[in-house]
């Protein structure tokens, strides 16, 4: 639901081309006025032809200024040139594209990105996990390299088969990962296919709502109250004039408005490489598929879904997150009751990229114990590589939702060991405990 911050940035950004335009064109025409002699003179303003250059100038080149504002340096690389992954067909009629990473024997983790996002959003789980487990990512249908079904239809049920139709290429059960739109891809899957779960090791949520996300992100009470009247029918226009929508995307993305609206989906360590890969990837998501993606997002609910769950659960929210308030991961840890949720200090939407680190130790710790049955934690300081562990003095607060209560406590990633996460406890069903 980054879509909204986005489109108002968008127009703010037509209405600055716009002006600067009629800055320009006002002093080119200029003004005939009369000298002392009585002579007529044209008469421009060098204020128009100044202020005009530089806001049009700005439309199209502020996003090499704007960025060095808004996020530190530092980032992580992208691993373009590593991928090597193909197109099937999806059980919705879909055609997926689908890319693996990791070694073919390792536990299989099978993550979903947001959405207006790629399967390039998990770069960063490929270079810290990508080591010990093989990582299965694919592109929601009509994003990325995926084509949608005939007819442009997107939904969440739609995702959801996909999902379960990509859980039975593969050889064994597999642990979901789902940021966002990907979360809710998960809880439909189960929702609407329960027998699925025979291929789930586990599942992880990160960063999501339960039902429509206007309900769950800040502002609810006010943009649910413009829901009917303006962003749906914003939506269907976006739909009707997609090339038109197309242009202003990229437009808005060469000004350094859409890096601007990206920016509220950080917390306060975003990077610039980081804020520039999920710009480019929003710029290049086709207008209709994502208004479309909007609307079916309008319309869906899976309250209690998670509650016919059998497997393992982790959730992950950040305390900052504006787009999917951390009470939505609180409302799904207690709908499934013996959830495990961890919320990340300082961590925004865009979570799983600013705080790669926590989120995947966490998710390297649980997936190892759901895949392998554990009865006692996975050390995580034996599992993951050096980069992974070198997280420096910050601290993790987590929260816990055990049978309805809520216990909190804060552990240091400073230690000369590595990475410690004492608060993973035991995984054992779905049941989890927390313990120092």
Request: aromatic share 6%.
């Given at each position: 639901m980054l879509t909204l911050p986005r489109l108002l940035a968008s127009i703010a950004s037509i209405a600055l081309l716009a002006l600067g335009a009629h800055l320009l064109w006002s002093w080119y025409e200029g003004a005939w006025v009369r000298d002392l002699a009585g002579e007529l003179v044209l008469l421009r303003e060098d204020w128009r032809l100044w202020l005009g250059g530089a806001l049009l100038g700005w439309s199209f080149l502020g996003r090499l200024v704007l960025p060095l504002a808004l996020a530190g340096v530092g980032g992580r690389q992208h691993m373009a040139d590593e991928r090597r992954g193909a197109l099937q067909d999806g059980a919705s009629g879909s055609r997926l594209y689908v890319d693996q990473h990791g070694p073919a024997d390792a536990p299989i983790l099978l993550l979903t990105h947001g959405w207006g996002m790629d399967n390039t959003f998990w770069d960063a789980a490929r270079q810290d996990l990508g080591g010990r487990f093989r990582l299965v990512t694919w592109d929601l249908p009509g994003l990325g390299k995926s084509k949608a079904p005939r007819g442009g239809v997107v939904s969440l049920a739609g995702f959801a088969k996909d999902l379960g139709g990509l859980l039975e290429t593969l050889d064994r059960p597999a642990v979901l990962i789902g940021h966002s739109i990907?979360?809710?891809?998960?809880?439909t899957l189960i929702r609407d296919h329960p027998t699925s779960q025979e291929r789930i090791a586990?599942?992880?949520l990160l960063?999501?709502?339960y039902r429509n996300p206007l309900t769950t992100m800040v502002g609810a009470p006010l943009l649910?109250?413009?829901?009917?009247p303006l962003l749906t029918p914003l939506m269907w226009l976006t739909v009707?004039?997609?090339p038109l929508s197309?242009?202003?995307?990229?437009q808005s993305y060469l000004s350094g408005s859409t890096h601007?609206?990206?920016r509220f989906g950080f917390g306060k360590t975003a990077t610039r490489r980081d804020l520039e890969h999920v710009s480019l990837l929003a710029t290049k998501a086709r207008p209709a598929i994502e208004a479309r993606g909007n609307l079916a997002m309008f319309s869906w609910d899976a309250t209690g879904a998670m509650a016919a769950l059998d497997r393992p659960l982790l959730i992950i929210g950040g305390d900052m997150d504006v787009i999917t308030k951390i009470e939505a991961s609180s409302a799904i840890a207690r709908q499934a009751g013996g959830a495990k949720l961890e919320v990340i200090e300082g961590a925004n939407h865009m979570g799983p990229l600013e705080r790669a680190d926590r989120y995947h130790a966490l998710i390297a710790q649980f997936a190892l114990n759901a895949t392998n049955g554990a009865t006692k934690p996975v050390i995580v300081d034996e599992c993951l590589d050096d980069q992974l562990l070198d997280t420096g003095q910050e601290e993790v607060f987590a929260r816990s939702e055990v049978e309805g209560s809520v216990t909190e406590?804060?552990?240091?990633?400073?230690?000369?060991s590595g990475l410690n996460v004492p608060h993973i406890g035991r995984l054992d069903g779905n049941t989890s405990k927390s313990s120092d």
């Open positions: 990907g979360g809710m891809t998960i809880q586990g599942i992880v960063n999501t709502t649910c109250l413009l829901q009917k009707m004039l997609s197309w242009l202003s995307k990229w601007l609206a990206m406590h804060q552990s240091s990633a400073g230690s000369s």
